[in-house]
């Protein structure tokens, strides 16, 4: 049986994951940690655990997709600029090839993961549907009549820098009032450290928030409510402009569910104009951190049937 | 010859144009006032008109396109919501089509208007490109691959209700902070009110604050400075969430055109990430008033390509 083999490129571990044409995935998703300090180093990675992938397959592999944080250039299979790897302008996908024989496509780890949750998870059978994670930063993807938008250059589903208050917190793109600066990671902190006042700036963390809201602490519930409520602005910014049928939640701090996704739904329910505002559902991700890896699997049989015409 | 006749229905005036398959309009954009204050009265208006403009055609009339601001069921022919409009939920193409015996469509206006931009104005060639207009309220539409995107339930484009500060001014919506609240007509009266502190509350129209900064006033100048700035805060977050081509601002506020668009483009070359912020243009309509008009008229060609097809 022939695979595709997804490959999701972190700053400290790759995750590898043999994908079959109708999505299963044989022997689960695999991560392997590297401390790549540069280009060659990672590209060095990404081979051996492209190799070790390869040994393990039941049948041949067809050919290897690779999904990246930051904005890359899917046609020319080029990390135009990352904020985790060190790549900057670097053909990935033509050196990962030359290492490894094999046909390779790079893609956003955001639209690989929409990919892998529109075939197998919150989004199956979805037109149009939109994702959102979050965790150090914000991540973005959206689905629109049933492809995934890249836009002009590569950069669509930038959600974390809308602006939605725009004389508000410093977002660490230099910005105000970006979306990222009240539900990523630093927000959480920020947030937290000012609703509940009782924590040491930088101790408050999504983990530590989320088991506080577990053992009923109000003012950790007090907090999750203020950035839900920014999270349902965020989303608000999304219906009005694209109409979407589903907003999926995913990221690390996505994993918090219901805690941010209540009160990110009161806001989504009166903000935007009637029908989208009643219509749109607003769900968490169903495949957690594998989306990536098996998403750049499916990315990898999109090409290859683009490939055979 | 043939024409599709296209057809702007406005609250107080409705507009016609006798448009050919290659887009060349048969003796300009006509308008007729009208009073209607019912749906059958409106109803009659527009048939009116199409009787008038089909009189004068220079051949067969193959069929009606409408355009009505509002959320619209292209697929139905049904106005779910209008702002200007004596309708709710009502199915207008079955009732214009039933009173003139030709094929109707009907189209959001700003959608037919960026049709209309995209094949003969500032859009032409483009792929993916997004139209703000500026009036009484803030309209949008969005070119995505080459095809208007309507979205799940027909209300894709509200970039009026994007929230761009959240514990900011109220919008008519009954929200707070969407960018209407800034660049739209209560938007220039509010903030000409604020930063030049001259006029009566409620004096401050677009067309003075025009005529006062083309007179150099520095007042009116620093008004529109902030209002460009708000405007470009809502281009920002449309290109960090879709990348396109360029951003064609227009309707009666965007004649105002480079007072607007300079400082616009100042905080858009800024905030979005790069490279979509330094490749977007962000540019004038070219089509003025006529647009909705001659969109409607190109959308009837595609839906009989459609229907043929």
Known sequence: MEHALGVDVGGTKVATALVATDGTVA?????????????????EAIALSVRKARATAPGPVVGV??????????????????????????????????????????DNDVNAALTAEARLGAARGVRNGVMITLGTGVGGALLIEGKIHRGAHGCAGEIGHMIVDAHGDPCRCGGKGCLEAYVAAPGFERIGFRTVGLFERGAFTGELIGRLAEE?????????????????????NVVSLLDPEVVIVGGGLG??????????????RRHPLPPARDRVRVEQAEL?????AIGAGLVAWEQRGADAG
């Open 27 to 43: 022997g689960g998703v695999k991560e392997r940690r590297h401390g790549a300090r540069d280009r060659d180093e990672l590209v």
């Open 65 to 106: 997709g690779l999904a990246c944080a930051g904005t890359v250039d899917r046609d020319t299979g080029t990390v135009v600029v990352s904020p985790n790897l060190p790549l900057k302008d670097d053909p990935l996908a033509a050196l990962v090839e030359h290492e490894v024989g094999l046909p390779v496509v790079l």
């Open 216 to 236: 009923g602490s109000a003012a950790a519930m007090q907090s999750l409510e203020t950035i839900g409520w920014w999270l349902g602005v965020g989303i608000s």
């Open 255 to 268: 994993n918090l569910g219901e805690l941010l996704l209540g009160p990110a739904r009161r806001v989504v």
């Open 288 to 292: 957690g951190t594998a989306a990536g």
